[in-house]
């Protein structure tokens, strides 16, 4: 969309965050390997009387417009999470879309960093939407593999014009293609049987109708788990029980393993069906008859792929031969109930970049990575 100023406009109003959701879908239809995601999804994603994230935290969010016409979108956000992490004056920026032209990205850029000045802000780090418990990292590889739900996809110019517009590089987080889902991994059926875990080591599947204690056990693990890991900030319990909630009605008791050492929960995997094959072909909208599109493909079980979105293994066990045996067994138990049902393959991750003992465990899997994304930084002392 050549020609014309580039003025960055506020989303204020429920109307005009509703534009704001749909700026991707507007600006990226029919790029290779970009699917849209429902645009109430998304809406609901930024919408501070549903998202439990604005407990915690408080964001803005602004359109770029060119001759009237929206050509990129970006969020900044203050998450008081942070500062009880020690970290008082960082900030984030995410939801960023834009059309290749680095003028655009850069006006963006300089309305998000003026309220985030004004919110005392000192460092910035994203893309996060809107926490990096939820869509994490820009998109730097794998553009054209197949799309998952709740993971970004970015074109490939973007990360150039980040990068133009002053961000560095922070880390880079991995995700993994894991297409044998029909293959038993036969180690982590040794670890038990060989009590080499521990004694009383055992393995379940999470029982959906006591879903609320199934829920505190992931959270306890997870915020137990990440708790040293780069840019951690805990999941609270509001969140995870309304994250519980939304896709509970797309939720198997297979969908979450549990690792337990003495009876005591030791690590646990959580799988999610990728829901993206639901809703291929349309376009980002429910009406008026994608309801019911979405509603026959869930009853006949029509996904083939999943992901691994989240995995923990208790802190003492955590940078151990034992832990990384932990976290084998909680995925090979997916893995089975995967297979069962049918699927065709699964994606695992993102994994940090530093963290070796996981990325090996994968790769002993079979698993090989196949996506990055990026997260960047930048300094606003300047």
């Known amino acids: 969309m050549p020609g014309g100023a580039v003025i960055v406009e506020a989303c204020a109003t429920r109307a005009s965050l509703k534009r704001f959701a749909a700026v991707p879908r507007l600006l990226y239809a029919g790029l290779a390997g970009y699917a849209p995601p429902l645009d109430l999804i998304e809406f609901q994603t930024i919408d501070s009387g549903f998202n439990p994230y604005f407990r915690h935290a408080r964001a803005a969010f602004w359109i770029a417009l060119r001759n009237g016409e929206p050509v990129g979108r970006i969020s900044a956000q203050v998450d008081t999470l942070d500062s009880d992490m020690g970290r008082p004056a960082l900030g984030h920026f995410g939801s960023l879309a834009a059309i290749d032209d680095p003028d655009v990205t850069r006006a963006l850029f300089g309305a998000a960093h003026v309220w985030l000045r004004e919110q005392g802000v000192r460092e910035v780090t994203g893309p996060f939407k809107l926490s990096i418990n939820a869509e994490s990292g820009l998109m730097v590889e794998g553009f054209t593999e197949r799309a998952m739900f709740l993971m970004p996809w970015d074109p490939p110019w973007l990360g150039r014009h980040v990068e133009a517009a002053g961000y560095a590089k922070a880390v880079d987080l991995y995700s993994y293609d894991y297409p044998q889902l029909e293959k038993p991994v036969a180690a982590a059926r040794r670890l038990l049987e060989r009590g080499a875990l521990g004694g009383g080591a055992s393995v379940r599947l999470a029982n959906m109708k006591r879903i609320g204690r199934e829920t505190d ?52 995997a959580l799988a999610l ?18 309801w019911a599109t979405v509603a026959r493909r869930w009853i006949g079980r029509r996904y083939r792929t999943g992901r691994v979105a989240m995995m923990g293994v208790r802190r003492r066990y955590r940078d151990s031969a034992m832990g990384a045996g932990l976290a084998l067994v909680a995925v090979e138990a997916l893995r089975e109930a995967a297979s069962r049902h049918g699927l065709q393959s699964a994606e695992l991750g993102w994994v940090l970049e530093g963290n070796v003992a996981m990325r090996r465990m994968l790769e002993l899997l079979g698993a090989k990575p196949y996506k990055t994304h990026r997260i960047y930084a930048i300094s606003l002392n300047a």
């Open 273 to 290: 069906p990728n829901l993206m094959d639901l809703f291929e072909g349309l376009d980002g909208k429910l009406l008026p008859l994608g």
């Open 217 to 268: 056990i992931v959270r306890d693990l997870f915020n137990d788990g990440w708790r040293d890991n780069w840019g951690f900030v805990p999941i609270t319990e509001e969140e995870i029980r309304h994250l519980a909630k939304e896709l509970k009605p797309f939720l198997l008791d297979e969908c979450v393993s549990i690792v337990e050492i003495g009876g005591e929960p030791a690590a646990f």
